[in-house]
């Protein structure tokens, strides 16, 4: 790993991810999972949990850098909406780096637009 | 309308999550995970784990039960039906192992206002049955306050 070095994640929520990962994670607000609830608050239908987006942005961290033990620190804004059905692009790239652990700056996307942004993690080396 | 602040510092009451294998690969299968220490307690073993290892972001499993409260506490005050979650960090120790047992206790660390809109900062500490700190959690809301 170098300063400079860049890692990349792609994945396309299918139409019931938010089901599964309500589930999953136990967040069942129903703006995620009730498409007639969703656009009665004035969305354009059921979005992505945050943390979902949020857990491909650390997967990407883990894939690319070694393993979940790696992952010391992750820390993200969250913008906008994600939908279902529309590539989510998590993108990655080494800021510092010293003997023990790399800082790396990372966002995800849709359509170009930032679902994350100001991402940033250490990682131990 | 101006938030308020009295209730900065206030802990809610610990919460006990016991880890479990087959919410680990749930949860692993629900965020794509595809290493097999998160899926195949065969493989995690085969890996020198006791079991199947929960996904860094599984803190959102173990940990969320412990700021609810505070969440709906009308001396905190959030409007709920307002209310985005606008960042979070996690630091992490130890990885969590599915036959853990996570305690947490959550934190009302910050309230503030900037620009119309108000921001309630939790933090959230997880510690498992040997005493050591597996993550800690900064949960922050932003609350249109119109």
């Known amino acids: 790993m170098d300063i400079g070095d860049t890692f990349e994640l792609k994945v396309t929520p299918d139409r019931h991810l938010t089901v599964r990962y309500a589930g999953a994670s136990g967040d069942f607000n129903p703006i995620h999972i009730d498409e007639e609830f969703a656009k009665q608050v004035g969305l354009p239908g059921r979005i992505l949990h945050g943390l979902w987006t949020m857990a ?7 894939e690319a850098l070694g393993g979940p033990d790696k992952l010391e620190r992750l820390s993200v804004q969250f913008r906008g909406m994600g939908v279902m059905e529309e590539e989510v692009v998590v993108s990655g790239t080494v800021r510092e780096m010293d003997s023990e652990r790399a800082v790396v700056a990372s966002e995800a996307t849709q359509r170009g637009k930032r679902i994350i942004r100001n991402g940033e993690a250490t990682i131990r080396l | 309308m101006a938030v308020n602040t009295d209730a900065i510092g206030k802990t809610y009451p610990k919460t006990v999550y016991a880890v479990g294998r087959e919410k680990i690969k749930e949860y692993a299968n629900a965020v794509g995970e595809h290493n097999p220490i998160h899926l195949d307690h065969d493989a995690a073993r085969a890996a020198g784990f006791a079991d199947v290892v929960a996904p860094p972001m599984f803190a959102v499993v173990y940990a969320n039960a412990a700021i609810l409260p505070g969440l709906f506490d009308p001396e905190v005050g959030i409007d709920f039906a307002h209310m985005v979650h ?8 130890p990885l969590v192992v599915a036959g853990d047992e996570i305690t947490t206790t959550g934190t009302l660390t910050d309230v503030s206002e900037r620009g119309g809109m108000g921001f309630y900062v939790f933090e959230t500490e997880s510690t498992n049955q040997r005493a050591e700190t ?5 949960w922050t809301n932003i609350v249109r306050t119109g």
């Open chain 2, 86 to 93: 606008g960042a979070q960090e996690f630091r992490w120790g």
């Open chain 2, 134 to 138: 597996v993550c800690v959690g900064t």
């Open chain 1, 56 to 62: 491909q942005v650390a997967r990407a961290h883990t």
